[in-house]
């Protein structure tokens, strides 16, 4: 008998589920809406030209090798990473009170945040909304939080945000439980609070002393500007809140593979930074013990140049104005076929992903009927539609759901 019978099979994890069988499934209309990748009007992946361009430096820079980097990243990327999210002149920085350090992609910083935050900071309680980036909840567990909770984060009825429902969820919640917030283009609803919605957030957290914990995966795809969407997490750090946020390159700039992220710890003194950091270089040494260069390389010769981060910052535009366009194509189609229901809150939700509203049963059938992939919650991925597959996608809702 195996030792390893024992082991029993764990559910698949949806979204890789997804890409298996959209690999496999030869039908020429096929159409993958639920892996979170950006897409050109060609159905293709992205590869950002300014990314094009710096890799072909990197591969010529006698000067790079393969030594390890220190445990807690390189130094020049963690500022840049750190000034992106907060900008350049914000007090915290100033105040030399935050603390960056590389991570493997946004995953990996919301890991460590949490390990240092449930076994370090000892908290107890944390809260993710709900829905959410399903990886929030296990990662929660994981890290050893002893109670994990959801707070209410949407009116399905209303397809809109469940603030009074959130807002009290969070004013009953203990004492110095760990908050995390989606600091834009949530996932997987395409909803965020707006500027008010986000000043009572801050109160009711204050309030009841809760730990903000900001997950950044899509800085720059809410408004297109990557300045805009950093608002809540500095509006947070302006009214006094320590903080932690993680950040990842994966979608804003095309670099899903090569795990480029930061954990960003905000502190309100800057004497306990060297504590936190020893701390935090244990945490790493037992896991991964020192992260991967490639990728932050590239995000260090985009950021660290003007003319570089302008490209990047117009790209992103770019991307950010394809995704509405599409919004609209699908939402205009759908009415168009007078499929049943409403189908403007495709326009009005932002970022990559659209909460459709469609059912479970609705997803089934648009996987096994139509060679459509999507995800049961009915979440798709915006930007997975082209002026081609469009109609035919939305063509395939209308029979789904009439
Ligand atoms: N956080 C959210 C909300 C996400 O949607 C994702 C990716 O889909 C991530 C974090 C992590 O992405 P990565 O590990 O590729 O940076």
Same mark, same amino acid.
């Given at each position: 008998?195996?030792?390893?019978?024992?082991?029993?099979?764990?559910?698949?994890?949806?979204?890789?589920?997804?890409?298996?069988?959209?690999?496999?499934?030869?039908?020429?209309?096929?159409?993958?809406?639920?892996?979170?990748?950006?897409?050109?009007?060609? +159905?293709?992946?992205?590869?950002?030209?300014?990314? =094009?361009?710096?890799?072909?430096?990197?591969?010529?820079?006698?000067?790079?090798?393969?030594? #390890?980097?220190?445990?807690?990243?390189?130094?020049?990327?963690?500022?840049?990473?750190?000034?992106?999210?907060?900008? =350049?002149?914000?007090?915290?920085?100033?105040?030399?009170?935050?603390?960056?350090?590389?991570?493997? &992609?946004?995953?990996?910083?919301?890991?460590?945040?949490?390990?240092?935050?449930?076994?370090?900071?000892?908290?107890?309680?944390?809260?993710?909304?709900?829905p959410?980036?399903?990886?929030?909840?296990?990662?929660?567990?994981?890290?050893? $939080?002893?109670?994990?909770?959801?707070?209410t984060y949407w009116n399905p =009825?209303?397809?809109?945000l469940a603030?009074?429902?959130?807002?009290?969820?969070?004013?009953?919640?203990?004492?110095? &439980?760990?908050?995390?917030?989606?600091?834009?283009?949530?996932?997987?609803t395409?909803?965020?609070?707006?500027?008010?919605?986000?000043?009572?957030?801050?109160?009711?957290? =204050?309030?009841?002393? /809760?730990?903000?914990?900001?997950?950044?995966?899509?800085?720059?795809?809410? &408004? +297109?500007?990557?300045?805009?969407?950093?608002?809540?997490?500095? #509006?947070?750090?302006?009214?006094?809140?320590?903080?932690?946020?993680?950040?990842? $390159?994966?979608?804003?700039?095309?670099?899903?593979?090569?795990?480029?992220?930061?954990?960003? /710890?905000?502190?309100?003194?800057?004497?306990?930074?060297?504590?936190?950091?020893?701390? @935090?270089?244990?945490?790493?040494?037992?896991? #991964?013990?020192?992260?991967?260069?490639?990728?932050?390389?590239?995000?260090?010769?985009?950021?660290?140049?003007?003319?570089?981060?302008?490209?990047?910052? &117009?790209?992103?535009?770019?991307?950010?104005?394809?995704?509405?366009?599409?919004?609209?194509?699908?939402?205009?189609?759908?009415?168009? @076929?007078?499929?049943?229901?409403?189908?403007?809150?495709?326009?009005?939700?932002?970022?990559?992903?659209?909460f459709? +509203?469609?059912?479970?049963?609705?997803?089934?059938? @648009?996987?096994?009927?139509?060679?459509?992939?999507?995800?049961?919650?009915?979440?798709?991925?915006?930007?997975?539609?082209?002026?081609?597959?469009?109609?035919?996608?939305?063509?395939?809702?209308?029979?789904?759901?009439?």
């Amino acid at each position: 008998k195996s030792a390893f019978s024992v082991i029993k099979p764990a559910p698949p994890v949806e979204i890789f589920h997804m890409i298996k069988l959209f690999q496999d499934d030869k039908d020429p209309k096929k159409v993958n809406l639920s892996v979170g990748a950006y897409r050109t009007d060609e +159905g293709k992946p992205y590869v950002l030209p300014i990314i =094009k361009k710096c890799e072909k430096e990197l591969v010529n820079d006698p000067k790079l090798n393969h030594e #390890y980097l220190p445990i807690l990243g390189d130094p020049q990327y963690r500022k840049l990473a750190m000034e992106l999210l907060l900008g =350049k002149d914000n007090c915290a920085i100033i105040e030399e009170r935050v603390l960056p350090i590389q991570t493997i &992609s946004g995953t990996g910083a919301v890991r460590v945040g949490c390990d240092f935050l449930a076994k370090c900071m000892k908290r107890r309680v944390a809260y993710c909304s709900n829905p959410t980036w399903e990886n929030h909840f296990g990662i929660c567990r994981t890290a050893g $939080f002893k109670k994990v909770k959801g707070y209410t984060y949407w009116n399905p =009825k209303k397809r809109n945000l469940a603030i009074c429902k959130l807002l009290s969820e969070l004013a009953e919640a203990p004492e110095g &439980s760990v908050v995390i917030l989606h600091a834009s283009a949530h996932n997987p609803t395409g909803t965020d609070p707006s500027r008010k919605q986000w000043k009572q957030i801050a109160e009711v957290m =204050k309030s009841r002393n /809760l730990f903000p914990f900001f997950d950044t995966a899509y800085q720059g795809f809410a &408004s +297109g500007d990557i300045d805009r969407d950093a608002w809540p997490v500095r #509006y947070f750090i302006k009214e006094g809140f320590e903080l932690l946020a993680a950040q990842s $390159f994966s979608k804003n700039m095309g670099l899903y593979c090569e795990r480029a992220g930061c954990l960003v /710890l905000v502190l309100n003194d800057k004497k306990h930074i060297p504590n936190v950091a020893s701390q @935090l270089t244990l945490l790493v040494r037992q896991n #991964y013990s020192n992260p991967p260069a490639h990728g932050i390389r590239l995000v260090t010769k985009v950021l660290g140049c003007e003319e570089n981060r302008c490209e990047w910052a &117009s790209t992103v535009k770019k991307m950010s104005s394809r995704i509405k366009e599409m919004r609209k194509a699908l939402s205009e189609k759908l009415v168009e @076929l007078e499929t049943p229901g409403k189908w403007d809150h495709i326009v009005k939700q932002i970022g990559m992903f659209s909460f459709t +509203g469609l059912k479970p049963q609705h997803a089934e059938k @648009l996987i096994n009927d139509k060679h459509i992939y999507m995800l049961k919650s009915g979440r798709i991925n915006v930007c997975a539609l082209t002026t081609k597959n469009v109609e035919y996608v939305a063509q395939s809702i209308n029979e789904v759901v009439k």
